[in-house]
């Protein structure tokens, strides 16, 4: 620091700099090594290393169960956001939530200062603004995420109680087998394809979808463990499902990620996916969890028990304890359910209007109308297996003369 001046200090922190060097330090006396330590703060002017070094206390410095009182409200937000919610799937919606909230606050609040009064003052005010009340039970819960991460880590010396909201209106949007036939016309990129087929075949949500590997499928005993292997078991449950008929091909061809392009595994989809939903006359309402959505759906309406669906769906399985890890080896494990699905993907074939090979390639002389289209296809395999009345026969079977694109 210049002679004279007033040194800038924040939680045993400071600013200085080297000698014949502009650039502002973080500056720290190290107790382990009783010298004093700098790091750059990559700027030479004063008031952006003071916002700096601040920024820099705010995320980093331990805090050892630190009264509520004596906490601001937005240093556990930033560094909880910093820490974790920048890494959650819904990071974006993440972080808007904990700004609608702060916004609705005094600045300077601390920990303590968020009484359930003034929740659910914050609420009342976001649901007079127009927020929809799934919305704002959302932001609540990143709030109350953002707390508890705090305790949880120590650096706080008490939870805080927080406010119960009601639930929001469930998401009612269900396509229909031609809305689905017409998502699967207009999906061009093959990895979009097998995302879509993994969607279908498994009730995956998105992001379990995109990380499947081979390495997660037994085809031995036709089964796929969504949960990869190192990967903790949140209250999402991500269950061992069976492998429908339509989808072991696709699972047969990947080498390491099932969702690949290029090779590699695919983090994102979101923009693909809605180039092919507005080719396929679909609106905004239309996601990759509406898939999710819409195959329960059906599966219900085709008389699957609700207790395989829920088994599916990774929900909580009712009087199922130790012994419900071997259920899986059973030969009708979820029976129903899958030929279920091999149904459905039967119907969205019928529709579609166009044979459905990875990479669209048509491999037939002339369009067919296929009994199950959702499977890939060995690249040196280009006359398929004709079963039933033949070529050049008539007849009014509707089972005779089909092609089948799979042994």
């Known amino acids: 620091m210049p002679r004279g001046s007033e040194r800038f200090e924040v939680d045993g922190q400071w600013l200085s700099r080297r000698p014949n060097s502009p650039q502002w330090c973080r500056t720290w006396f190290d107790a382990a090594t009783r010298q004093t330590r700098r790091a750059s703060l990559g700027t030479d002017d004063l008031e952006a290393a003071k916002l700096a070094l601040a920024e820099w206390v705010t995320l980093n410095a331990r805090r050892e169960r630190t009264p509520t009182r004596e906490v601001v409200l937005g240093e556990v937000f930033a560094r909880?956001?910093?820490?974790?919610?920048?890494?959650?799937?819904?990071?974006?919606?993440?972080?808007?939530?904990?700004?609608?909230?702060?916004?609705?606050?005094?600045?300077?609040?601390?920990?303590?200062?968020?009484?359930?009064?003034?929740?659910?003052?914050?609420?009342?005010?976001?649901?007079?603004?127009?927020?929809?009340?799934?919305?704002?039970?959302?932001?609540?819960?990143?709030?109350?995420?953002?707390?508890?991460?705090?305790?949880?880590?120590?650096?706080?010396?008490?939870?805080?109680?927080?406010?119960?909201?009601?639930?929001?209106e469930p998401r009612e949007r269900v396509l229909t087998v031609k809305e689905m036939a017409a998502l699967w016309d207009a999906c061009e990129p093959p990895h979009l394809q097998a995302f879509l087929v993994v969607l279908l075949g498994t009730l995956a949500r998105p992001e379990a979808a995109l990380e499947l590997t081979d390495a997660?499928?037994?085809?031995?005993?036709?089964?796929?463990?969504?949960?990869?292997?190192?990967?903790?078991?949140?209250?999402?449950?991500?269950?061992?499902?069976?492998?429908?008929?339509?989808?072991?091909?696709?699972?047969?061809?990947?080498?390491?990620?099932?969702?690949?392009?290029?090779?590699?595994?695919v983090a994102k989809v979101n923009k693909?996916?809605?180039?092919?939903?507005?080719?396929?006359g679909l609106g905004a309402d239309v996601v990759p969890y509406t898939i999710r959505h819409t195959v329960a759906t059906e599966l219900r309406a085709r008389g699957v028990p609700e207790l395989e669906i829920a088994g599916l769906l990774g929900h909580a399985m009712p009087n199922i304890r130790t012994t419900g890890r071997y259920a899986k080896f059973r030969p009708d494990y979820y029976g129903q359910a899958r030929r279920a699905l091999d149904d459905l993907a039967n119907e969205i074939g019928r529709?579609?209007?166009?044979?459905?090979?990875?990479?669209?390639?048509?491999?037939?002389?002339?369009?067919?109308?296929?009994?199950?289209?959702l499977v890939p296809q060995d690249r040196s395999a280009i006359r398929p297996r004709v079963v039933g009345a033949g070529e050049g026969i008539r007849t009014l079977d509707p089972d005779l003369g089909k092609v089948v694109l799979y042994p």
Not at 229 to 249: H, N
Not at 272 to 280: G, K, L, M, N, Q
């Open 80 to 168: 909880y956001w910093h820490a974790h919610g920048q890494h959650v799937r819904a990071a974006v919606q993440q972080q808007r939530n904990l700004f609608l909230v702060l916004s609705h606050l005094p600045e300077g609040i601390t920990v303590a200062e968020l009484t359930m009064q003034r929740q659910a003052e914050v609420a009342r005010a976001l649901l007079k603004e127009g927020y929809a009340p799934g919305t704002v039970k959302r932001c609540m819960a990143a709030a109350k995420a953002a707390v508890t991460y705090a305790w949880k880590n120590d650096e706080l010396d008490r939870p805080l109680p927080f406010i119960s909201l009601p639930d929001g």
């Open 216 to 265: 997660q499928c037994d085809l031995e005993h036709g089964l796929i463990d969504l949960n990869p292997p190192g990967k903790a078991r949140t209250k999402k449950r991500r269950p061992v499902v069976p492998i429908p008929d339509f989808l072991r091909p696709w699972i047969e061809a990947a080498e390491g990620p099932v969702v690949a392009y290029r090779g590699r595994a």
């Open 272 to 280: 693909t996916f809605r180039t092919i939903r507005e080719e396929a």
């Open 351 to 373: 529709l579609a209007g166009r044979p459905m090979y990875p990479n669209n390639e048509v491999r037939l002389n002339q369009p067919v109308r296929a009994s199950s289209v």
